[in-house]
């Protein structure tokens, strides 16, 4: 395989994927054992434990997943990742901004009305189904407006 032609970037990339298995068994790897790292229930990173023997894992994925605080149901063992852990892996980035936008839109609303934050968040994703947009456009239309960004 070529290393040139692999997007390191992209994590749908099935190149990527021989790549890693080809190096890992290169270097002495004969399991793997990748676990989501979630913070308030965000996805913010995952962690990937490797052995050098075949059934290092077996049977331990809960108490490992456990001691780091996700879910067992998650673990993806030996990198065969299933196409819809690959496409949550790729829309990380995006939630994360996402949720960042939600809760920045629902301190200024919560600022500039004077209400409680849970009921500012209520208003946002209640104004968002009322538009039938994601809230996360809402969020980012607010804080635009809100910064004066739009303003000559």
């Keep these: 395989?070529?290393?040139?032609?692999?997007?390191?970037?992209?994590?749908?990339?099935?190149?990527?994927?021989?790549?890693?298995?080809?190096?890992?068994?290169?270097?002495?790897?004969?399991?793997?054992?990748?676990?989501?790292?979630?913070?308030?229930?965000?996805?913010?990173?995952g962690v990937n434990l490797y052995a050098s023997t075949p059934d290092a894992f077996a049977g331990r994925q809960a108490q490992l997943a456990q001691a780091l605080g996700t879910p067992a149901a998650e673990a993806v063992s030996n990198a065969d990742l299933s196409f819809s852990t690959r496409l949550a892996?790729?829309?990380?980035?995006?939630?994360?901004?996402?949720?960042?936008?939600?809760?920045t839109a629902t301190g200024m609303i919560a600022g500039v009305s004077g209400v409680a934050l849970d009921e500012a968040e209520r208003l946002l994703y209640e104004a968002s189904a009322r538009a039938d947009v994601p809230p996360a456009l809402v969020a980012r239309i607010l804080v635009i407006v809100h910064s004066g960004w739009l303003s000559p």
């Excluded at 040139?4 to 890992?24: G, I, K, N, R, Y």
């Excluded at 068994?25 to 399991?31: I, L, N, P, R, T």
């Excluded at 892996?89 to 809760?103: F, G, M, N, T, V």
């Design 89 to 103: 892996a790729a829309a990380a980035p995006s939630q994360l901004k996402d949720s960042i936008d939600i809760e």
């Design 1 to 45: 395989m070529d290393t040139a032609e692999v997007d390191l970037t992209d994590p749908l990339d099935e190149q990527q994927w021989q790549l890693f298995a080809q190096v890992s068994a290169a270097s002495g790897v004969a399991s793997s054992l990748s676990l989501p790292i979630y913070h308030h229930g965000v996805l913010i990173g």
